[in-house]
């Protein structure tokens, strides 16, 4: 199972950003796919995951400015980001787990996409 983001760049303080992830490859079911992102010097934080079942976990730092999308039958999730601040500034992962062709359990990350934000 391969996992790809899109989106990331730079923005003012207060500017938006949309990231895009696909996943594919031998995919049975998703079971979650959402967002982690590590800023320099820190460990990898929780931004936003919806299940297939339609729940949703979001980082406390990102409530009320993030929204996760569905996840939508071609596998893919869409992190809306408003309200940036600077010290949203960090490497965005995708993470998407489930079970793959054969039944197996799996948990894929993509390469990370940079957002930056700065005035």
């Known amino acids: 199972v391969q996992t790809v983001e899109s989106g990331g760049g730079s923005v003012q303080p207060g500017g938006s950003l949309t990231l895009s992830c696909a996943a594919s490859?031998?995919?049975?079911?998703?079971?979650?796919m959402g967002w982690y992102r590590q800023a320099p010097g820190k460990e990898r934080e929780l931004v936003a995951m919806?299940?297939?079942?339609?729940?949703?976990n979001y980082g406390d730092s990102v409530k009320d400015r993030f929204t996760i999308s569905r996840i939508n039958a071609d596998n893919t999730v869409y992190l809306q980001m408003n309200g940036l601040k600077p010290e949203d500034t960090a490497v965005y992962y995708c993470?998407?787990?489930?079970?793959?062709?054969?039944?197996?359990?799996?948990?894929?990350w993509g390469q990370g996409t940079r957002v930056t934000v700065s005035a």
């Open positions: 919806r299940n297939r079942g339609g729940g949703t």
């Open positions: 993470n998407t787990r489930g079970y793959d062709s054969d039944r197996k359990t799996y948990d894929s």
């Open positions: 490859g031998n995919i049975f079911n998703i079971i979650g």
